[in-house]
């Protein structure tokens, strides 16, 4: 499954960079023969070569939505869901924990995952007193915030 979904990544990256290639040069007029055509493609090949290799270079690509365990707030819930693009995080925060008779706090947050990047996606943490754009990274088993925090991946969702 994570071979075929990084093949259709590397071929939709390989459609935006022609149609990017397309776009420039029909702007510019400068391709007048099919040999000019290619010869463009081949160029912002090499320029945007990037995005496909580390497309590519996942070993595969994130499943992000499912339960978490956070190092910083143990026992509170941690639930990441995804939609599309569309990312929702449920979450609760207990003082100093949770689980143990403590009041909790719920709080939800929405973000969008990268079109470009599967394992980069930008979440609004206003909710839980962070800032509106919050880039979340991929690493391994879980998602590591900014601030060096990792969400570890427990479990599924229902």
């Known amino acids: 499954r994570g071979v075929t979904i990084r093949l259709v990544a590397a071929c939709i990256a390989l459609a935006v960079t022609v149609c990017q290639s397309w776009t420039f040069l029909a702007a510019r007029q400068e391709f007048g023969s099919r040999r000019g055509l290619l010869l463009s493609v081949l160029t ?8 496909p290799r580390r497309i590519l270079a996942l070993d595969e690509l994130p499943e992000w939505q499912g339960r978490y ?3 910083e707030n143990k026992g509170c819930k941690r639930e990441v869901r995804i939609s599309g693009l569309d990312v929702s995080i449920n979450a609760t925060d207990g003082k100093p924990e949770c689980g143990n008779g403590e009041k909790e706090r719920n709080w939800t947050s929405t973000g969008k995952l990268s079109l470009a990047w599967y394992d980069e996606m930008t979440v609004d943490l206003r909710q839980h007193y962070g800032p509106e754009k919050v880039k979340v990274k991929w690493q391994g088993n ?5 601030d060096g925090n990792k969400w570890t991946k427990t479990g599924n969702l229902d």
Request: charged letters at 10%; aromatic letters at 6%.
């Open 142 to 146: 879980g998602m590591v915030f900014p």
């Open 69 to 71: 365990q956070d190092p």
């Open 44 to 51: 912002t090949l090499m320029v945007t070569e990037s995005l």
